[in-house]
């Protein structure tokens, strides 16, 4: 049974390198970032309430997106394990899903954390920004995105550190060597 998580800033390579794993692995992709972004494409409630702190890079409140992955989580897909990607963000969130976790009888085996050095990740971003026109891929926002990652999301990293197994991984590599880096750390 794979049930990971992935930590890392914006641009970091959570999703791509996330999506592989999963498919190789036959699991969900779980990213709350995509999740929202498909709410917010379609004018649902949810994206309706979204929209406003994603394009601003803020988080969107804790209570949209825990509802979300409580019921994520419970779909049958997921009960063959699955790849948390953008969740949780924050402490809340993580205090949050070790609860879930334990309710559901689940249990996170591996916390993956993909390093890259913030000037690439600008780099990166920007490129995605003009290649993909995504709304939160400006120069402005990224800043805002490494601040919140730096502020919220970071203390995530010490937090897994003294709970579960935490992995770090050098996001600044090529492609399919991070692949093959988190094949060989999750083997
Ligand atoms: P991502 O695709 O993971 O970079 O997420 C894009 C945006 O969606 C973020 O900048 C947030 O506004 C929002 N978002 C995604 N996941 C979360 C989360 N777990 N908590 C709060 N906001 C989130």
Not at 23 to 43: C, F, K, N, W, Y
Not at 120 to 147: F, P, Y
């Amino acid at each position: 049974m794979t049930r990971l998580i992935f930590l890392g800033a914006p641009g970091a390579g959570k999703g791509t390198q996330a999506k592989l794993l999963a498919e190789s692995q036959g699991i969900p992709h779980i990213s709350t970032g995509d999740i929202l972004r498909a709410a917010v494409a379609h004018q649902t409630p949810l994206g309706v309430k979204a929209k406003q702190y994603m394009d601003a890079g803020e988080l969107v409140p804790d209570s949209l997106v825990i509802d979300l992955i409580r019921e994520r989580l419970q779909e049958p897909d997921a009960q063959k394990g699955w790849i948390l990607d953008g969740f949780p963000r924050n402490e809340p969130q993580a205090g949050f899903l070790d609860t879930l976790l334990q309710e559901i009888h689940q249990e996170c085996d591996r916390v993956i954390n993909l390093d890259v050095p913030d000037e690439v990740v600008v780099q990166r971003l920007v490129k995605r920004g003009e290649d993909s026109g995504r709304s939160d891929d400006n120069e402005a926002t990224i800043r805002r995105r490494l601040d919140v990652y730096r502020e919220q999301t970071a203390p995530l990293i010490a937090f897994y550190q003294t709970k579960n197994a935490l992995v770090t991984i050098d996001g600044n590599q090529s492609m399919d060597a991070v692949t093959a880096a988190l094949k060989a750390a999750v083997a």
